[in-house]
């Protein structure tokens, strides 16, 4: 069973095509984002670090109902690389722990023929070296930004800030084994096509 990493810039469209494979072929589709999310609510591995870490800088950062509020925290970590390093410390370990744990319950089950972690920190989280392939998706700067400002209501300044904080075009290019298009003009049919090319 092959693992393939499956990353790429904010907006360059890893879910969509995420969701293609999944929806077409044998492929067992792990989001990063939604492990992250889920051990940081209350009870999960996060939960109590982060807020250990993180109150004494910001006010709000717990909600009325004892979550922590994502958006107050990511105001905290976007435009600071020391906030940011730290909180990566403590969530980074317990997602690749949770990727390895259903990677190697896959293997038992012999369900599928491929897992996609889907990631945009695949490399600085040290995940690439668990891939036997890495695929960058790949959309012009112009399209994400395009795509971030409209389905998110980004606003500039912080489509910048994450565009800034993740690796340049060039450096995801040098380091994956596929490049995947996908830009606006990339539909679900051309998707199909191109993965069941690549797998």
């Not at 891939?131 to 700067?141: D, K, M």
């Not at 450096?171 to 994956?176: A, K, Q, Y």
Request: charged residues 30%; aromatic residues 8%; glycine residues 8%.
């Amino acid at each position: 069973m092959k693992v393939i990493g499956l990353t790429g810039g904010i907006g360059s469209g890893k879910s969509f095509v995420a969701h293609v494979a999944e929806k077409y072929f044998k492929i067992l589709h792990i989001s990063t984002d939604e492990i992250a999310r889920r051990q940081m609510l209350k009870g999960g591995v996060s939960y109590k670090r982060v807020i250990e870490e993180f109150s004494g800088y910001t006010s709000g950062l717990i909600r009325e109902d004892g979550e922590i509020d994502r958006q107050v925290l990511s105001k905290l970590v976007l435009n600071d690389r020391n906030m940011l390093e730290k909180l990566d410390g403590i969530t980074h370990p317990a997602v690749i722990d949770e990727v390895n744990r259903m990677i190697e319950e896959e293997k038992e089950a012999g369900i599928y023929d491929a897992v996609f972690i889907e990631t945009a920190l695949l490399y600085e989280a040290g995940m690439d070296v668990i891939c036997n392939e890495v695929w960058y998706v790949y959309a012009p700067l112009e399209t994400r930004r395009k795509r971030l400002s409209e389905s998110r209501s980004y606003s500039d300044e912080k489509i910048d800030g994450f565009f800034n904080g993740q690796l340049s075009e060039e450096e995801f290019l040098r380091r994956s084994t596929r490049t995947v298009p996908n830009g606006d003009d990339v539909t679900e049919e051309d998707m199909i096509r191109i993965i069941r090319g690549y797998l």
